[in-house]
C-alpha cells in the first residue's frame, strides 16, 4: 500500500530564516505531487503540484519554490521566511493520468515568529 | 463568486442523526468531485469520490451528485460524536489549467452532539 510521509511535523522559525519541508511516497511510482498551505481557519490553497521528476507548476507567486529531485520526493524551499508564511503545510500525491483522488500526508505546522 | 462553496457552518446534529453537507460548484465541465475530512490539527483524510450523477453508498455515507444543478452533498447516517469534524468538498476542473489539480472549498464543520 501506499504512505506518505512529511516532516519535520512541527516547526518554529523566525523571520527571515531559509525552510525546507520534506515529502515522500512511497509504495508508488510516477505520482502527481502537491504542495497545499492551509491557514488557520482557512482551505486549502494550491502552492505547487509536479507531474514528474524537475517538472514544477506554480499556482500563486511568492517566496516559496518546490524541486522534485527524484520519482517520489517533494521539497518546499523558501530563502527567507515571512510571517504570512505560516500555516499548515500539506503534500498530497495522487495515481498519474487524469483526475483521480488525491491523499495527504500529516503535514508541517510551521509557525513565522 | 467562490468555484467551490460550501456552508461553514457550524452545523451540529444529534448522535443518531443524518447530516447533510452540501456543495456548489461553478465550472460545469467539472468531472470528478470528492469529499474529505479533517479533524481538527490533522490532515485531510478522503472519505468519498463521485464521478456520476446519482448517488453512491459507502457504509454510513452516501455522496449525491447532481451535475445539472451543479451541486454535491454528502450524507451521514446514524451520525457519531467521532464524526465531529471539518468536511471538505473538492471539485476537479480542467478550467484549472490541468485535470490534475482539485478545488476545495472551505469546509463545513460538523458537530455531531452525545
Known amino acids: 500500500s501506499q504512505t506518505i510521509h512529511q516532516w519535520p511535523a512541527t516547526l518554529v522559525q523566525p523571520v527571515g530564516s531559509p525552510l525546507s519541508l520534506e515529502c515522500t511516497v512511497e509504495g508508488t511510482s510516477n505520482p502527481n505531487l502537491y504542495w497545499y498551505r492551509q491557514a488557520a481557519g482557512r482551505g486549502l490553497q494550491l502552492l505547487f503540484y509536479?507531474?514528474?521528476?524537475?517538472?514544477i507548476s506554480s499556482e500563486v507567486p511568492q517566496n516559496l519554490s518546490a524541486s522534485r529531485p527524484q520519482d517520489r520526493q517533494f521539497i518546499l524551499s523558501s530563502k527567507k521566511l515571512l510571517l504570512s508564511d505560516s500555516g499548515f503545510y500539506l503534500c498530497?500525491?495522487?495515481?498519474?493520468?487524469?483526475?483521480?483522488?488525491?491523499?495527504f500526508g500529516p503535514g508541517t505546522r510551521l509557525t513565522v515568529t | 463568486q467562490k468555484e467551490v462553496e460550501q456552508n461553514s457552518g457550524p452545523l451540529s446534529v444529534p448522535e443518531g442523526a443524518i447530516a447533510s453537507l452540501n456543495c456548489t460548484y461553478s465550472d460545469r465541465v467539472s468531472q470528478s468531485f470528492f469529499w474529505y475530512r479533517q479533524y481538527s490539527g490533522k490532515s485531510p483524510e478522503l472519505i468519498m469520490s463521485?464521478?456520476?450523477?446519482g448517488d453512491k453508498e459507502d457504509g454510513r455515507f452516501t455522496a449525491q451528485l447532481n451535475k445539472a444543478s451543479q451541486y454535491v452533498s454528502l450524507l451521514i447516517r446514524d451520525s457519531q460524536p467521532s464524526d465531529s469534524a471539518t468536511y471538505l468538498c473538492?471539485?476537479?476542473?480542467?478550467?484549472?489549467?490541468?485535470?490534475?489539480?482539485?478545488?476545495f472549498g472551505s469546509g463545513t464543520q460538523l458537530t455531531v452532539l452525545p
Open positions: 473538492a471539485v476537479n476542473s480542467a478550467r484549472l489549467g490541468s485535470a490534475r489539480q482539485l478545488t
Open positions: 498530497a500525491w495522487s495515481a498519474g493520468g487524469g483526475p483521480r483522488e488525491q491523499y
Open positions: 509536479s507531474v514528474g521528476i524537475g517538472q
Open positions: 463521485i464521478y456520476s450523477n
